[in-house]
């Protein structure tokens, strides 16, 4: 069982940055796909990011994209979500996810791990 942590969230004003951390322990993340998601208040909770296992594939929704970078360090057994030019539509809670196959996929329903989330907020 793989255990997921993340960090990096916080306070900060539109055209801001913010790197957050998903930190994996229990098991190696190396061969997991890893998936950032996001939950505003009332709203559904919707991917931002995902990584396949090798790293090689990437996948960003228009809403993130070229804003939003994924990138992973498997010797640290970590991903890392950098946001760049955040705007207050971004405020929400991240959570990181991992599902075992490695496809770092769309939906909520392939991740079976997940942590309990960093707020970010956005100021404007």
């Known amino acids: 069982q793989v255990q997921l942590v993340e960090s990096g969230g916080g306070l900060v004003q539109a055209g801001g940055s913010l790197r957050l951390s998903c930190a994996a322990s229990g098991r190696t993340l190396s061969n997991y796909g890893v998936g950032w998601f996001r939950q505003a208040p009332g709203k559904e909770r919707e991917i931002v990011a995902a990584i396949t296992w090798s790293g090689i594939s990437t996948y960003y929704p228009d809403s993130v994209k070229g804003r939003f970078t994924i990138t992973r360090d498997n010797a640290k057994n970590t991903v890392y979500l950098q946001m760049n030019s955040l705007k207050p539509e971004d405020t929400a809670v991240y959570y990181c996810?991992?599902?075992?196959w490695g496809v770092g996929g769309r939906r909520r329903q392939e991740y079976e791990h997940w942590g309990q989330g960093t707020q970010v907020t956005v100021s404007s």
């Open positions: 996810a991992a599902d075992r």
